[in-house]
């Protein structure tokens, strides 16, 4: 009988550290520049007892990590923070005390303009340059040959 009431409550006391507090964390966009101030958002269940969050990010290629903050108040579901991280693709990762949420990758790109895909450029027409050409219609003078 001890032993049941002593399960009973292991299990109680358990299941108040192992309840989902953090469902997921949003990314905060597809590019962000280096130095920019963006806001982490979540998702986040209340509940009592809770500790402290730890919000890091990652270089999804490397996998080196650096923490943001380990003293995340996880009940404002979100935290402003100043890009601090060389350019190149991420993912951050909120961790409740149950395991880390990740979020999506984003890039982290140097300087003022986000990096363009790769697209096709066309550049005008120039009659007197022989390696240009034209989908315009050409005008004819004179007689069909």
């Known amino acids: 009988m001890s032993r049941l009431i002593f399960l009973t409550l292991f299990l109680f006391f358990l299941a108040g550290f192992t309840s989902a507090q953090v469902q997921s964390i949003?990314?905060?966009?597809?590019?962000?520049?280096?130095?920019?101030?963006?806001?982490?958002?979540?998702?986040y269940t209340p509940q009592t007892n809770a500790l402290p969050g730890t919000l890091s990010i990652i270089d999804s290629t490397t996998k080196n990590t650096v923490v943001i903050s380990n003293t995340i108040n996880l009940a404002t579901k979100s935290y402003q923070w100043t890009v601090s991280v060389p350019a190149g693709t991420?993912?951050?990762?909120?961790n409740d005390g149950s395991g880390d949420k990740d979020s999506g990758?984003?890039?982290?790109?140097?300087?003022?303009?986000?990096?363009?895909?790769?697209?096709?450029?066309?550049?005008?027409?120039?009659?007197?340059?022989?390696?240009?050409?034209?989908?315009?219609?050409?005008?004819?003078?004179?007689?069909?040959?």
Do not use: E
């Open 26 to 43: 949003n990314t905060p966009g597809s590019s962000v520049a280096v130095g920019a101030l963006i806001t982490i958002t979540w998702s």
């Open 90 to 94: 991420y993912y951050l990762a909120l």
């Open 105 to 145: 990758t984003f890039t982290v790109f140097a300087g003022s303009n986000p990096p363009s895909s790769p697209a096709s450029t066309s550049s005008p027409s120039n009659p007197n340059n022989p390696n240009t050409t034209s989908n315009a219609p050409t005008a004819r003078s004179g007689a069909a040959p």
